[in-house]
Structures are given as C-alpha cells and as structure tokens.
C-alpha cells in the first residue's frame, strides 16, 4: 500500500538560508523509521500539522541516522507555520517520491549545472554526486535575486575550489558581481568544462528553465541531454491527487525532473499560450 | 465463468445478499433518487439512467471526505477506512467500468482499497439506451462488461430475470440460494436483448469525429477559450463523474493535533494547480477545459490506462450549467 | 460507516432555489448532491452550492450561548443567556419605550423564522422596528413595483427563459452571483436567443451578448429615457398594450423628450447607434424578459432606477405574456420570503401596510396582542437612531452588518453604542464578535421550514442532521424570549410547520399553501391562493394588482459622490461566483477559499499602469470613509476610469470605502458608485487586513 500516513519526525536544527528561506534538519522520532534510500532529485512530503502537506526536496539524502536535510522558501500559510517553529517541534515525512536525476547515464560526462534562486535545492545533492565523481567535469552556473537571496551558504562553501561555481544576479550589490541570468555566464562556463557540456541539469522558475533550454539547444546540446525539475501543486506525492498534471502525466511520479524532450511533448498536450490576464472574468 | 440462473425477481437476490452484508441500492424519496442502504420494507427499483443518480454509488468507494490520520500531538495514527461488507446493488454497465479504472487508478491506495474489498458488484444490463448515454462509443456498455461485476442481472420485458456469475466471489456470494438453472438460450438472450439496447442508442458520429479531432491537434486554443469563458468552475462535472478522482486535502484541528482529511477537488478550478509562488501552468479557463477533455478522452490517457477515462454515461451533460457535457463539446468540436 | 443517508433540501445561496440532497454521516453532512428531478436546478448547482456542506460544518460553530465579559466570551446556559437578553429588551423599552428595541432579520433564514421575527417584534416588543438586508438589495424594487405594477417581485419564472427570443440583462451578473438561472442565459443564447447586457462592467455574460451597453456608473435613468426616447420618436412602442393596461404614458413621453441619443450618449458613454440597435432589438422581440440586479437598485436613485426600468418594460408591452416581464433577481436565499413574511418595518406579512388600521386590528386579533401603531425604523434608521443614543437594544438574526453595510465605521459606532446586542449566528461573524450576547442557531441542514426563491416559489428546507451543540431555531428562541419578555405564550410552537400554518391563514397570497402541497408539487409560486390553488407562473396576466400599471416621467440624476481631483476613480462593488454574502459559510470551504486571495480590486490595465500596479500586487484604496488594503486583478472587465471590489472579504471590506448616501424613499445605500483614490503598495509588501490597519490606527 502507499503511504499516506506520515512518520514522525523532529526538527532538529533550523537555521535562515538566504532571504525568507530556511535551512531544516529533521530527524525520525524513535520508534518511527523513514526511508534511507533515496535518489538527488526526489522529493518528500511535509506535513505541517494543522497547516497541510506540501511538497520539499532533499537538500541531502538521509544520513546514516536517519537525518534529512531540507531548505524551505516562505511562499504561503504551511511554510509561514514552519518558519514559527522551533527545534523539537513534530512534523510529518513521507517520502521519497518521484524520479531523480539521472545521475547514472552522467557517469563519466561534462555535466553543467544551472541552479535559479531555490532551484539549487533539488540539485544540491546532485551536485555533491557529480563532485564526487572520479571522472567527468563539472560547472555550476546559480543565479539568485541578490547576494541576499542566495540559498545553501554551507554547501556552497564546501563546493567552493572543487570545481567552477559561477554565480549570476537580477540585481548585484557591487560592480564585481555578474548582472544577468545564468544564461550570461553559459559561454564561460562551457570553457571551465574543458568543453561544451555532455549533459545539463536545470532547475528554476519555469520561464528561466525554459530560456536556459533554448539557450542550450543554441549552443548544440541536444534536447535528450538537457533536464529539468518542475515545481508542481501537490496533496499526494504518489500519481493520486491530480494536482501535478503534466498532459498525461503526473510530475509526481514521472518527475519531478523531465528529459527536455519528454516535458516539450507532454507539454504540447495542453500547450502554453497567452491569453487574457488569469483567468479574470472567471472570478 | 458462465454459471447462469434465473430469478424470481431481483428481490429475492437482493435479500439473499443482505444476509451477509449490507445492501446499497437505488432509493428514492418522492423525487429524490440516490444509492442508499436498502431496508427491509424499501422499494427496489433499479434506475438505468444515470442522469438520474447524480453520484452513482462513488462516494462508497471513493468518500467525498475521508478522514485519513489523526496526529495526536506526538505521532500521525491512520485512520482505516471501514471494511465492513457491502453489496453495490444494481449498478449499470457504465459505471461498473468506471470502478473498473478506480480500481487500476488507485491501486495502492489504502483507504480506497479497503472500501473496494469489502464491496461486492452487482451489475444491471441497460434493456435500452438512454437519453445523453454514449456507453457503446466508449465501450462501456449497455451491457455490463465481462470481469466488471460480481454478478450480472440481465432483464427482459415480459421474462424472469437472469443472473449471469462474474466472479469466484459472485459465486460465493450466492451460494445458497436456491437459484433455477437458466434455459438453455439464456446466453443468446441476453446477447440479443444487449444488441436491441445497443442499437436503441443511436448513432452518435459526433462522439467519434470529436475524439478523432482532439487527438489529431485540431481544435484551436481560440476554440477552447471560447468555451471557457462559459465554464463557471462549478465542480458539477467532476463531482457526478464516475472517474474523476481529483482530491484535495485539509488539516482540521482536533484536540491537541489534527486530523488530516481528503475533499474531492475539480480540476476545473483556478486554485486547483496553482502554485504556492504564483505559478500557475494553466491560467486560462480555456486551457482547464482542455485538459479536463484530454484527460477524459485524449489518446495518450487511453495509452496510460488501457482505454478513456469517459464512460459515456452523460452525467456531465445534464450537470453543467454551462452546456459544456461531453456531448455538447465533442459535437461542438466535430462541427467546428 | 459510509454515507447512507441523503435528505433532499433547498440550497442556502442565493435566490434561484437549486435543488440539493444533504449527504449525512452520523450527525455531520459529509456532501452535496444535485437533483435531477428539481423544478429549477435540474441537477445543477453552483460551486458555492457544492461546497454548501463545509459551510455548516460543526467546526467553528457557536455551540452554546456565548455572554460577554469584557474582551472575551464565555459560554452560558440558554437559561441564563434568555434570562439577561429579556431583562435587557424589558430594560431598554421601559426606559425608553418601545422604539429602543427592534430587530434585525436575516434573508438567509426561513420563512418560518421571519414570521417569527416580526411577529416578536410587533407582538411582544410593540414595535415595528425591524427590517433585514433587503433594505440594502431590493428594497427599491419593492417600493418602485409597488408603485407601477403593484407587485415588487419578479413577474415571470426562471424557465421562462427559454420561452424568450431576447434576454435582457440589466445592473445584474447571473452568471456569478445567480449561476443555475446564468446557465439557463448562456444555454438560451446558444439555442439562438438574442442577448443584450447594460451594465458598467464587461460581466461573463457581456463578452457573450448581442450587445452590451457599458454605460458609466450611476447613469441608469438616463440611457434607459435614451431607449424610450428612441422608442417614441420612432413609434416603437407597443400602442394597444398601453392603451389597455397603462397610465401615465403621455408625460413620460414628453419627459424624454429631453434624452436625444447625443445627450444621453455623453451622460452615459454609450454610442448613439448602440442606443438606436438596443431599443429596436426590445421592441421587436417576440417575447424579451429582463433581468435587473444591484446595478439598479444601489443607488441614491434607486427607486426611480426601478421605475425607469419598469417604463421601459411598460412601453414596450414586454409583460404579462410568457418569456417576458421585469425580473429582479433576488439575492439571498430568503430574501423575497422575509419581504414577504413581513420583516420590513412597514408591511405585514403579505404587504400588508402597518399604516392601516383594519391589518393591525386583523394581525392584534389573531396574534392575541396589542400591536405597534407607530412606524419602525429601518436598519439603518435603527443603527443612526443607537448612534444619536435613542435606541438601545437589538437582536440581529444571522446578518453580519458590519461587512456588509455601508461605511462600516459608522456601523461598528452604532452598534457599539448599543446597550445591548444581541446576534443569533452559526459562528463568530465579525458582528457577532461586538455583541454582548451571542445564540448558537440551528443552520439550514439542521431545521425544517421554506425558502421562497426569486420568482415566488415556496420549496421546502429539511433538517438532516440535529444541529450541534445546544443550538437551536431562530424562531425556537424567540418562542422562548416571547414567554420571558411579555408572558406571551402564543410563539411557543411545536414545529415548523405549525409556524406556516398561522402564517399562511394570515397571508392572502401564501393562503393555499401547505407543506403537503408545497411538497406535491415541487413548490408553489405566490400568489397562490383560492383563485389560483396551484399558484401563479407569471404575473399581471390579464390586469395589474392597481389595475393599470403606471409610466412615471423620470430625471436623470448623478450619484451623491462624483470623482474629482482628490479621488479620482469610480469604485464600485460586485460579488464572486465563490462567495456569498459576507463569506461566513462559503469561505469554510477549502476549495472557495482557494479560489481568491482573501479580497480584491479589479482594475482597467491603463489604469493599472498609471499607477504602476502589477497583477496582485498590493494596492491601498482610499474613500472619504476609510481605507483598505487589498490585491491588484488587472482586468479588462471593468473600464477606464472604474475599480470595483467584491464585498465578501473581511481582511478587506469594500464597505470601509462606500458611501452611505441614500434612496430618499427606501433609505437604500449607494453602495454602487463612488470616488476613490489608489495608491500601489512597494514590491513585497503584503497589503494588511481591516485588522491590521485599525489596530496601527489606535496606536
């Protein structure tokens, strides 16, 4: 059977992240087991008591005991109750959910990473993966609001000197940083590959995983090379609810994370397309 | 299985089922039709039209508000929903093809799960067509489907009903009733009576044409935001449907906890898919519409689950405020 | 286990009167299922009407009497809470006699419990101050049809409809806020009906019609003049009908006279041609029915709005028939039962008129009871009158006043200047939350009783479950206080259906009903009576109820409150297809509430630029009344020049900023035009509630 009743766990340590974010450790309350094996780029399902479920991503797998690391941006009433409570406080697991990157097909390859504001979550532990690797190259070009918003501050200081981190501003705080999007930096993060990548990994706001894509395929990869992880609406994590409808497929069991190809054909099932502002007169 | 008996009247199965479990069948209160528990002195009338039963016997297996777990202050306890013995009684071939895709949909959902076990099927075929049904365009009728039901009830005007057996569990079911063998045509019967209701439905050539044009790309974005603009995102068509499935879930405070609990939901609302930053991946009534008709009716659905979504029962025809049920739409589409 | 048992009901939104069954686990109602087989609905229902079981839900519901100490509430016996709500009415009326004490009914409640309401209120208390929300609707509908039909409710029937060939929607949103009967428009309009919309905002139903009129807030008399003018310069009008059945013809048609369609399209903004189409596409239907709603009514002009709608109704002969008539659609579930129950300080039940000494006599007669002579006071009479210290006690039924009246500053005033409050609620609305004595009442789903629905039909409402708690019938309660106010035994029903049997022996138009018969027949359409035992489909037939109908020559006349320099946008207000009323039971429902942010305004992308709004940004809107803060809809549904609010939304009460300038004759609010001022609130600053801002402005 699925899992819809979560298992207890405790928030062991909270600490801010960047801008209305929020760095959780969680640990299982003895007694109650979580699963351990875990793929980069699945995701888990937070119950809040009192305030709801929603969905998160592993910022990294569960350790040997158990802990689960997440980072949390403030969007609405669920995260608003999260960010009031302190250490110690019980919250709800489910989880793991959804399909990973795919790290394996990576294994020896040049692999570029492009992370916007809270995208470099669901990348983090990939990242930690690939840097691990024995063979291959690896850049990541992040993109964030402001040096404020930047998320992830540990991780990415123990990234730092392992390979080229590039980072990008909408607007910078001094002239030494780069203006722009990730996509500003491609070029040379192409170069510090040593190479056009074999392999890119994107996650971000929709319209900048889009634009990156575009700029990607402009630069010869390959729509079957280029991945990404969607952020959806989600009540169930299991394929259920209905909310994460992509097409005919649901983001929570086929995704989170599409082949470029795969989410341009799902898509072309209800393709986007401007119309009027939201839905006004159905108000 | 091909045991067949004949009845005496459908009372006699009926109460022979309600020794062993409760019986759930078509009621009415003056003009109020809907299942609910049959009791001793109640009317049996089985309704062919499912117009006429808005919810059919879903709300049964798939509860319009489950309660799902109670956190207690220190740990999430599930809250299993009942398992006591059921008997759906007198469902049509449309809707019992329609559990049929519960079930494989919501595989593995416990609650789900534990309300289907304890349920037994029995199915009724349609003598004829009825009024916005389209059953045979989506093979889902009028006959009730081989392996939908548990037991099959197939009614002539003028003759003893005849149970067909569909399940081991069926058997069981009506192992001690003294039941008469069936004549020896009763199978030819029924396939004559199920070819008369089939062809009583009519041609229907806009079902098929407006399918065929969804699938090949050709009904325009202007097309279905213009039917959009009359969607009131009322929930009527995705609450009578048999297969919409779409849930959404609460935390209601409860002593020191909470419980957890699932609604049905409608993908036809604008906060259905709406993304906590704002993000919204179909932001136009136009583009809901759409996806609530491929997800019934689109190729790729029929290649994930073995075959539509839709039905054909029509419930959504006669719901809608709008005039946006299947059948208006598919025509729409055909004649565009 | 599982939900065995359905009750079939009437729904508790709005005035269409859909058919619903109530699905019950246990004592809670676990869902909502349409009926097929319902005269109106025909198993269809609104969202708001799917979502009806979380709006009755236990959870959040006063259970037992809540009494006031000091900041908070505690609970209390219902014989301690009866005992201090009697004292208090005895109080306030001995010192300072009977007009410091009324009653404020509720449109939402049954018919039974309005019968209830006003016969407390003339019978124990000897008053005739109470009055309900219909004095904020279509009060004007009432005193304007009164005056030129002799009826003030629709004239036709919702199926009507398809009998039409032309639609006429007027100052009205069906499709939002009457969805079933706005189903029936659009569903009419693809068979081929014509559509023809007047109203400011480009509604569902504008982008879809023949024509849509956007005229300028607060410009009724003159684009409807505009139509007759056209219509008699051209001959157009229907000469037999108002030669047999209408007066007045001859001074109207002189009076506009003066409305060429130049003058008439710079006052209202719409093109002469428009004009010339709309007035050809009345007067040649076969069969045109119009609908008209708040746009008409909420004005200073209110009742010369109805009027002026009735004379065009009138000129063309475009009633009387099937597929015709002059329909105001009624907002609240009960809104023409309350009316008709009496719940107005004027009229008994039936429109009765307090003025005359032969009803009062009948009703003292019956009742057993000395009644009130004097006249009452209306709600907003009641609420000016506890501000000026000369009322002191008030009992509000389940209306939450204090988000939707007008300038709602001047409505929290009055009610705190009360001696005593008392509000009978399902939950803590934001007026109950000023009271002194709160009643826990039983919800439609838990009561027996009627609602009468906008073209007259008297349906059955039926208990499901037993309410929660100690809560209990409004009319039960008032039975209660009758006995411990004045010794008066004669409201202690047993039942409901004991209530509508008295009322009905003292209601000529209700005088055939039954709830055996109501049952029968799927409801029964007032008037129903010994001449029309099964009740009336459509009314003035053969002759109006004052013989022949009235034209009344009319002036245009601007809103009390124009846009100047210092507020320069017209605001006006509307509802949502996901909320009703004040939200207190659409707004438990997960699903509605997910629908909106908790409040809005929409406004024109130029406008929206001008003042660098973008979409959902946070938007401060400033009257001369208050202030509140609210999200940006960036819409093409309204014009330049206008911003309208729903009223739903406690966090952001569009009733901070209306204006309480009223109807002269009905003391109707202008709640639908006047002047405001926008600012953009900076990026990333969330606009605060009511709350927030009042509690900064007593620091």
């Known amino acids: 059977m699925k899992q819809t009743t979560p298992s207890a766990v405790r928030i062991v340590a909270a600490y801010d992240d960047g801008q209305d974010a929020r760095h959780f450790e969680l640990a299982p309350l003895s007694g109650e087991s979580i699963a351990s094996a875990v793929e980069p780029g699945q995701f888990f399902m937070l119950s809040v008591p009192g305030a709801g479920e929603a969905a998160f991503t592993y910022a990294a797998p569960p350790d040997a005991r158990g802990h689960v690391q997440a980072l949390v941006r403030r969007v609405g009433a669920l995260t608003s109750r999260l960010f009031e409570l302190e250490p110690g406080a019980v919250l709800g697991l489910r989880g793991p959910f959804g399909r990973g990157w795919p790290l394996a097909e990576l294994r020896a390859q040049r692999v570029l990473v492009i992370a916007g504001g809270c995208g470099l979550a669901p990348l983090c532990s990939a990242v930690d993966h690939l840097a691990a690797r024995g063979a291959g190259a690896l850049a990541v070009?992040?993109?964030a609001r402001n040096p404020d918003s930047q998320v992830l501050g540990v991780e990415r200081g123990r990234w730092s000197g392992r390979f080229p981190l590039l980072e990008t501003y909408d607007h910078p705080d001094d002239p030494d940083q780069i203006r722009g999007t990730p996509?500003?930096?491609?070029?040379?993060?192409?170069q510090a590959l040593g190479g056009a990548p074999e392999a890119a990994l994107v996650c971000g706001p929709e319209l900048m995983m889009t634009r990156v894509a575009a700029a990607l395929r402009d630069r010869g990869l390959g729509a079957g090379r280029i991945w990404l992880s969607l952020e959806r609406r989600m009540h169930c994590g299991d394929g259920r609810c209905g909310h994460c409808y992509l097409g005919p497929s649901y983001v929570c069991q086929d995704g989170p994370t599409y082949r470029l190809d795969e989410f341009q054909r799902l898509q072309a099932e209800s393709p986007p397309r401007a119309t009027e502002l939201v839905s006004v007169h159905h108000c | 299985m091909s045991d067949v008996y004949e009845l005496t009247g459908l009372r006699q199965l009926a109460d022979h089922l309600a020794r062993e479990a409760r019986v759930v069948a078509p009621q009415h209160d003056g003009e109020h039709r809907c299942f609910a528990l049959l009791s001793e002195d109640g009317d049996l009338e089985i309704c062919r039209e499912p117009s006429q039963l808005p919810l059919a016997a879903k709300p049964f297996l798939f509860a319009e508000r489950e309660s799902l777990f109670v956190f207690d202050g220190a740990r999430f306890v599930e809250t299993p929903a009942p398992s006591e013995p059921l008997v759906l009684f007198g469902l049509t071939a449309c809707d019992l093809t329609a559990i049929a895709y519960l079930d494989r949909f919501f595989e593995g959902d416990p609650h789900y799960v534990a309300r289907r076990r304890a349920a037994l099927l029995v199915g009724v075929d349609c003598e004829r067509g009825c009024r916005d049904g389209f059953c045979d365009a989506m093979d889902a009728g009028p006959g009730v489907r081989d392996g939908s039901a548990d037991l099959v009830v197939h009614t002539a005007p003028d003759a003893s009903p005849l149970l067909f057996i569909g399940s081991e569990r069926g058997a069981a079911a009506v192992a001690g009733l003294a039941l008469e063998p069936a004549p020896a045509d009763a199978t030819e019967r029924r396939a004559r009576g199920l070819e008369a209701a089939e062809a009583s439905l009519g041609a229907r050539p806009h079902i098929a044409a407006g399918i065929a044009r969804l699938d090949a790309g050709e009904v325009s974005a202007e097309l279905w935001e213009e039917l959009g603009l009359r969607c009131l995102a009322c929930s009527g068509c995705t609450t009578v449907c048999p297969t919409c499935t779409c849930f959404t879930t609460t935390d209601e405070p409860e002593g020191d906890g909470a419980r957890r609990l699932r609604y049905w939901d409608s993908c036809l609302f604008e906060g259905f898919q709406r993304e906590a930053s704002g993000h919204h991946p179909a932001p136009t009534a136009g583009m809901r519409l759409e996806r609530f008709f491929r997800h019934k009716l689109g190729e790729p659905v029929r290649a994930r689950f073995g075959r539509a979504t839709c039905v054909g029962c029509g419930r959504c025809e006669s719901a809608c405020p709008a005039v946006l049920g299947i059948h208006s739409t598919l025509g729409r589409i055909a004649a565009t | 286990m599982g939900t065995l048992c359905s009750v079939a009901t009437t729904c508790p939104f709005c005035g269409v009167g859909c058919g619903m069954a109530l699905r019950t686990e246990g004592t809670r109602v676990v869902g909502i299922e349409p009926l097929p087989r319902h005269r109106i609905s025909c198993g269809q229902l609104c969202a708001k009407g799917y979502a009806a079981a979380q709006g009755i839900d236990p959870r959040d519901r006063v259970l037992r009497p809540l009494l006031r100490q000091g900041g908070d509430f505690c609970e209390t016996s219902w014989d301690d809470a009866l005992e201090r709500v009697s004292e208090a009415l005895r109080d306030a009326v001995a010192e300072l006699g009977p007009?410091?004490?009324?009653?404020?009914?509720?449109?939402?409640?049954?018919?039974?419990?309005?019968?209830?309401?006003?016969?407390?209120a003339r019978a124990v208390l000897q008053t005739n101050n109470v009055d309900h929300c219909a004095r904020i609707c279509h009060s004007p509908s009432v005193a304007g049809l009164r005056q030129t039909l002799g009826s003030g409710a629709m004239t036709n029937s919702i199926d009507d409809i398809e009998r039409a060939d032309l639609i006429v929607i007027c100052g009205c949103d069906p499709t939002e806020n009457h969805s079933v009967l706005g189903g029936r428009v659009m569903a009419a309009k693809l068979r081929g009906a014509r559509l023809l919309v007047i109203d400011p905002r480009k509604t569902r139903l504008a982008r879809m019609a023949d024509l849509h009129l956007q005229l300028a807030p607060g410009t009724n008399i003159a684009l409807l003049n505009g139509l007759l003018h056209i219509i008699f310069a051209r001959g157009w009008q229907n000469r037999e009908f108002l030669e047999a059945r209408v007066d007045g013809v001859e001074a109207v048609a002189e009076k506009v006279r003066d409305y060429d369609p130049a003058r008439v399209e710079a006052i209202t903004g719409v093109p002469a041609t428009d004009l010339e189409r709309a007035a050809r596409m009345y007067t040649e239907a076969e069969a045109a029915l119009l609908c008209y709603g708040m746009g008409i009514t909420q004005h200073t002009t209110g009742t010369n709005n109805v009027?002026?709608?009735s004379n065009l109704v009138?000129?063309?002969?475009?009633?009387?028939?099937?597929?015709?008539?002059?329909?105001?659609?009624?907002?609240?579930?009960?809104?023409q039962g309350a009316c008709d129950m009496g719940a107005l300080p004027n009229v008994y039940p039936g429109y009765q008129p307090v003025a005359d000494a032969a009803v009062r006599a009948k009703f003292a007669s019956a009742w057993g009871r000395e009644v009130a002579s004097a006249p009452g006071l209306t709600s907003l009479g009641m609420q000016k009158a506890a501000r000026d210290s000369a009322f002191r006690a008030m009992i509000i039924m389940g209306e939450d006043p204090v988000v939707t009246d007008p300038d709602q500053n001047q409505v929290e005033a009055a009610l705190r200047a009360l001696d005593t409050l008392v509000v009978f609620e399902l939950t803590l609305t934001e007026t109950a939350k000023l009271a002194d004595v709160v009643l826990p009442v039983a919800s439609f789903a838990e009561k027996d009783g009627t609602f009468t629905n906008c073209e007259r039909r008297v349906q059955r409402v039926r208990a499901a479950v037993p309410p929660p708690g100690e809560a209990r019938p409004d009319w039960w309660i008032l039975g209660k206080l009758a006995r411990r106010v004045a010794g008066y035994e004669g409201m202690a029903y047993d039942g409901a259906e004991a209530i509508f049997d008295e009322l009905t022996s003292l209601t000529p138009s209700y005088s055939a009903m039954s709830y055996p018969r109501i049952e029968q027949r799927g409801g029964l359409q007032w008037p129903c009576d010994a001449e029309h035992p099964d009740g009336t489909p459509y009314l003035h037939a053969g002759r109006f109820p004052i013989g022949r109908a009235r034209m009344v020559p009319l002036e245009h006349q601007g809103p009390a409150e124009r846009p100047d320099s210092e507020y320069p946008l017209w605001l006006t207000t509307q509802r949502l297809h996901y909320h009703y009323g004040c939200g207190s039971m659409t707004r438990k429902s997960p699903l509605l509430e997910r629908e909106t942010p908790p409040g809005l305004l929409f406004i024109h992308p130029d406008d929206a630029a001008t003042h660098g709004l973008v979409q959902g940004?946070?938007?401060?809107?400033?009257?001369?009344?208050?202030?509140?803060?609210?999200?940006?809809?960036?819409?093409?549904?309204?014009?330049?020049?206008l911003v309208s609010m729903p009223y739903h939304f406690k966090e952001a009460p569009s009733n901070q900023l209306t204006n309480d300038a009223q109807d002269p004759l009905t003391k109707m609010p202008e709640l639908k035009a006047c002047a405001v001022r926008i600012e953009a609130l900076p990026a990333e600053v969330a606009p605060r509630t009511r709350a927030e801002l009042a509690q900064e402005a007593a620091r």
């Open chain 3, 307 to 309: 009027m002026a709608v």
């Open chain 1, 141 to 143: 070009i992040y993109g």
């Open chain 3, 314 to 335: 009138l000129a063309a002969g475009q009633i009387g028939r099937p597929g015709t008539g002059i329909n105001p659609l009624r907002g609240q579930n009960n809104v």
């Open chain 3, 99 to 120: 007009a410091a004490a009324g009653v404020i009914s509720c449109a939402r409640a049954t018919n039974e419990d309005n019968y209830a309401a006003q016969k407390f």
């Open chain 3, 617 to 641: 940004g946070g938007v401060r809107v400033c009257s001369r009344r208050g202030v509140v803060e609210t999200r940006a809809l960036i819409s093409d549904q309204v014009p330049p020049g």
């Open chain 1, 183 to 190: 996509i500003v930096r491609l070029d040379e993060a192409c």
